[in-house]
């Protein structure tokens, strides 16, 4: 070690390593327990979380260092940078937005449409179904019956397209078994309903509307039966992982023999600013996801009572936004999230608005996070690191067996042209492309919270329609740069890792290089294996869905996937009667066992091209490099979660149990093995094992 800083990163590393270990454990049969069960012991889930972990931790010390930047009397540029400020001091106006935000909700309301509701004396007569969801949808951002949103063109990713697609439901995506297994589900509904119910009470009364709470209920047993219907055609996300299967090109005039109940020309000219109306007519290109979902959907609203329809949208509506509306609201949706995921208590206030501000005003919030806790040496640092992996894919590719030689090739111009997105994009630190950025959003400090939110989803909704008329932008940072996780973009072939997530135990310049690759090498090279998984190996170099593999071998990548599916819908799910659904996780497995793979031959060609191994780290003389570089990828996987957050984790999340996404990948490599000295049998030394990349 040369410097002082050298080491008092290995002493920290060392002493994070060993104090999160349970070395009672046998690394051989259960290495999630043997890295992370010191850790999982002494560090109980806080009532605010469903969840405990690594990853939460470091969001938290993020949100922390990011209140500070918020908070802070500092000046600074460009102006506009300034209105994240506004937005999170609104936001905090904890107050003002109990007392006053219900009305203007309902005011905006009865702007825009008749709501059953709302209104003393309703009839069929007063709703037309093209004005509900195209107003709701301009003047809320989301028509509720389904998604309409636009993404790169699937096969021909230098242009926008414009997409449809089946609707989420109010508990989630993925939570369609909540509405139809009532058996093994029985709170959920319950509680959802408990939630409607107390949520309208306070809504109405709060807008000093009078109700019958007979009527009112009614009325939510009306909702309730539409939304289960709803769900009885949702596509579970299992059967969406093909994105062949979900692009149906059409033109606009076919959505209307699809739902004919729905003007859509109407109802896509209220969506878009009027300068775009010229783009758009019934031969206007757009893709339908769900073909199937849009004919039942157009089914159920022939047969149901437009009181229902309309109040259904109203409900959901409200849901979306009550989280602004205060304590009150707050108090009841926790109600509710108890019953969906454990958690006890509702975050601190602070941290919402962060996340808010962060979501709302991504590149304001990045200029303000990367200039104070990033630097231009660790991106170079972490390109160095990302550049090894993908050479060891490269090499891996090279060697496999089960792909012709045309198949190879091109799955390494598909790795050689991935587009390296790290740290943020380099618009935040140029003041005048940050002031043009957001020249048309005007906030004030005058302005209040609702106002404010209004202003920015305006200004967002104008901008993300006008992408119709620009080229894809294969380049363009959607998270914040303080975001704490890493992302892989199908069509734009890109590998993005955030400020946010360069950080530690991800990832410390004075760490030995065991560590950082075993932590965030493993990271990367699992986004890599994002583009070669069950679905991302659907696209092509230039991110076009495009097939690019002879037939034999695809068949031999899915008979090699098929191998996960079946190893991972063995694995319990622990303190429940719940399995892995080896078919929704598939892509996400595919990426663990190929990015560990990958960043452990980084590591070793690393070492062998120094010619030396590491200074041990203080008080671990006796593992070696290999096993630091296990422990590290194990323990970025550290955490556990309620019983009900495994539960809807299993039932709606395409990752498997942190357990598993330790234990699973390292039976799968014969290296854990050897440097653990696992004898032959054991969980994790196991006679069959599967492997893709």
Known sequence: MTNEIDEIGYATAA?????SMNTTADPCNDFFQYACGRWIHENPIPDDQSGYGTFVITTNIVRNQMKALLESHETITPKCIDMARILYKACMSVE???????????????????????????????????????????????PILFKVFIDAESKNTTIH??????????????????????????????????????????????AN?????????NDINDIIAFEIEIAKFIVPEANRRNSSRLYNKRIIADLY??????????????????????IIDNQTNIIIQEVEFMKNLSNLLSTTNKRIIANYIFWRTIDVWSDILGKKFDDIRLKLTRVMSGQQKMIPRWQQCVQRTENLLAQGTSALFVRKHFSSEIRKEVLDILENIK?????????????????????????????????????????????????????TSEDSY??????????????????????????????????????FTFRMNSLTLPAGFLTPPFFNRYYPKAANYGALGTVMGHELTHGFDDDGSLYDMNGNLNNWWSKESYKN????????????????????????????????????????????RAYKKYIEQIGHSAHKLPGMSKFTDEQIFFLSFAQVWCGHQTKEAQIKQVLTNEHSPAKYRVNGPLSNLPEFSQAFNCSFGSLLNPQKRCSVW
């Open 15 to 19: 002493h994070n390593i060993l104090n």
């Open 161 to 206: 397209g414009l997409y449809i697609d089946q609707a989420n439901l109010g508990l989630g995506s993925g939570t369609r078994d909540y509405y139809l297994n009532l058996i093994k589900f029985p709170k959920h509904l319950k509680a959802y309903k408990e939630y409607q119910l107390e949520t309208l009470k306070l809504v109405l009364s709060g």
């Open 391 to 443: 050479k060891a894919f490269q090499d891996i590719v090279e060697e496999i067996d089960w792909m012709d030689n045309s198949t190879k090739k091109a799955a390494l111009q598909k790795v050689a042209a991935i587009t390296n997105k790290i740290g943020y994009h380099d618009m935040i630190m140029n003041d005048t492309a940050l002031t043009e950025y957001y020249k048309k959003l005007n906030i």
């Open 557 to 600: 990548f899915r008979n090699k996937a098929q191998c996960f599916i079946e190893q991972y819908d063995s694995y319990k799910v622990p303190n429940t009667d719940f399995k892995v659904n080896g078919k929704l996780t598939l892509g996400e497995n595919i990426a663990d066992n190929g990015g560990i793979k990958q960043s452990f």
């Open 450 to 487: 609702f106002q404010i939110l209004r202003k920015i989803a305006k200004w967002d909704a104008e901008r993300y329609f006008l992408r119709l008329k620009k080229p894809f932008d294969k380049y363009e940072f959607v998270q914040s740069a303080s975001t704490v996780n890493a992302f």
């Open 96 to 142: 003002k937005i109990s007392t006053v935000k219900t009305e203007q909700l309902i005011e905006i309301f009865r702007k825009i449409g008749k709501w059953p509701l709302l209104e003393d004396n309703w009839n069929n007569y007063m709703i037309d179904i093209t004005d509900m969801i195209a107003s709701v949808t301009q003047n809320f951002g989301d």
């Open 257 to 278: 023999t699809l739902i004919p109940q729905i003007n859509w020309i109407k109802f896509m000219y209220h969506l878009i600013p009027a300068s775009m109306h010229d």
């Open 209 to 217: 509307i009078s109700y019958n709470i007979s009527e009112l209920i």
